[in-house]
């Protein structure tokens, strides 16, 4: 009996919804779901060092990351991605394509997009409240940026560890 399984793979990296792998062991066949964290966040960064330490932060949550060094590269990504994007978390000053006019175009692109400013300046911070916008001080710490995305897109959901995603079934339970 063959099935066909069909699942979506961000950069390669993570899986956004879950798939069912079935592996071959000792007679019984196991059964591995894995749990993504199904939330998209377009990231925006014109410091490359400081963009790839907030992936990587928001990689560990589970996140799909699409990441763009600058508000014209971020509205083209946007533009390119298929799916749903719940969150632009962006820099206030880039080059280019500021991180407010950023704002303003995508949220007309992708009515409902949740978004998160931030900056290393404090008058970032005005800017930001002045257009109504939720805004994170950097540096921040891990949970400062958990807390931030939480308060927009609700709970992030756990990843499992691998004893939970596991469970072993007969192999002729999967005739069923």
């Given at each position: 009996m063959s099935r066909k399984i069909s699942f979506t793979v961000d950069?390669?990296?993570?899986?956004?919804?879950?798939?069912?792998?079935?592996?071959h062991c000792d007679g019984l066949r196991t059964i591995k779901k894995v749990e993504m964290n199904p939330m998209v966040i377009l990231l925006v960064e014109?410091?490359?060092?400081?963009?790839?330490?907030?992936?990587?932060?928001?990689?560990?949550?589970?996140?799909?990351?699409?990441?763009?060094?600058?508000?014209?590269?971020a509205l083209e990504a946007s533009r390119n991605y298929p799916g749903s994007i719940d969150l632009l978390l962006s820099d206030v000053e880039m080059p280019w394509v500021g991180g407010l006019e950023l704002y303003k175009n995508i949220s007309a692109e992708r009515l409902g997009i949740k978004v998160l400013m931030m900056s290393g300046k404090r008058w970032g911070s005005q800017q930001a409240s002045m257009n109504g916008l939720p805004f994170l001080q950097k540096p921040f710490s891990r949970t400062a940026i958990r807390d931030s995305i939480e308060a927009l897109l609700g709970p992030i959901p756990p990843l499992p560890t691998p004893l939970e995603s596991v469970e072993h079934i007969r192999e002729n339970d999967l005739e069923r």
């Open positions: 950069d390669g990296l993570s899986v956004r919804k879950y798939v069912k792998v079935v592996l014109d410091d490359l060092g400081v963009q790839f330490l907030i992936w990587k932060l928001l990689k560990a949550e589970g996140f799909t990351v699409l990441t763009a060094g600058d508000g014209k590269a």
